[in-house]
């Protein structure tokens, strides 16, 4: 395990300048039968930036604080799974420290913050479900509006992670924003956006998976679409471990040729013995030009 800073909490900003920051990209790796992989060192890996190798200049393996943000659907199509709901915040909130900052986001029309602007986060696990759960479901649906508002909360988090848990049915018809905007905002940032989609065994009109499946792809999340309660406990069990168990690499930006301010980024994995690795993270990133320099 190797750092460049005392903390390196530091190295996760929001906003990536090309001469003063490391870009940061959080990972997640499983084998070829699905099973997470835990134990790689920083050797295992090679990041690339628009297609050329970058060396690490950080990484971290294992567990860490993070700062987590639930982003939850109340709007009038979710009225019918509440239970649903309870159970998924309750099985990720079990693995929650006391060194992690939590806050809650609630939909329906609106957005709205469930902690009070003097206290925007907590590390108290049953604040956070008292809050996400005593709203009740009503009006339509503004999701890209909810997890654009949990974009911004994350950006004000100090934890070494950072990461969105959006539960929803997926679908959109009230919001003011649209999925460029959150897609542009997530590329500014280090968080990782994962979803459990609470879909009804019929088709309903307010339901819709895509937006929840292109959030996560785009972000280096996953989308779970479970249909029981005992599937809604696993996979957010399942969720709450990645959280705990991923890597964190960091590399310094190559100096801008061409005026993009969009980067792709690609993370392989190899370990000898451990047959094809299948790595998981954000599609790329975005910089923001350091306004100090001339």
């Known amino acids: ?25 959080p990972v997640a790796v499983t084998d070829s039968q699905g099973r997470r992989v835990i134990d790689l060192s920083e050797q295992s890996f090679h990041v690339y930036e628009d297609g050329h190798l970058r060396p690490t200049a950080a990484f971290h393996r294992g567990d860490a604080p993070m700062t987590l943000g639930l982003v939850v ?4 199509s979710m009225r019918q799974k509440t239970a649903a709901v309870l159970t998924a915040v309750s ?15 609630n939909f329906d029309d609106e957005v709205s913050f469930e902690l009070p602007d003097h206290h925007p986060f907590t590390s108290d696990p049953k604040t956070i479900e ?8 009503a009006g339509r649906t503004a999701l890209y509006d909810g997890v654009f508002a949990g974009l911004q909360q994350l950006r004000a988090g100090h934890g070494e992670r950072r990461a969105l848990i959006v539960i929803s049915d997926g679908g959109d ?15 500014q940032s280090d968080g990782v956006i994962y979803a459990i989609g609470l879909l ?17 792809k785009d972000t280096g999340g996953v989308a779970y679409f479970p249909r029981t309660a005992d599937e809604i406990a ?3 069990a399942e969720l709450a471990a990645e959280l705990r168990n991923q890597y964190t690499l960091g590399f310094l930006p190559g100096a801008p040729t ?33 306004r100090a320099k001339p």
């Open 130 to 137: 008292e809050a996400l759960t005593t709203r009740r479901s």
């Open 91 to 105: 099985a990720v909130l079990q693995s929650i420290r006391t060194d992690d900052e939590l806050f809650a986001v």
């Open 1 to 25: 395990m190797r750092f460049l800073l005392p903390a390196f909490l530091l190295l996760l900003q929001s906003v990536l300048t090309v001469h003063t920051e490391l870009v940061v990209v």
């Open 73 to 76: 659907d109340r709007s009038q």
């Open 258 to 290: 061409d005026g993009r301010v969009f980067r792709k980024i690609q993370v392989t994995a190899t370990a000898e013995g451990r047959g094809r690795l299948h790595v998981r993270t954000r599609s790329g990133y975005v910089i923001v030009p350091d």
């Open 234 to 236: 696993e996979v957010s």
């Open 173 to 187: 018809n009230a919001s003011t924003r649209r999925y460029a905007d959150v897609l542009a905002l997530a590329r």
């Open 200 to 216: 009804a065994a019929s088709a309903q009109e307010d339901q819709d998976a895509e937006p929840l499946k292109r959030l996560c």
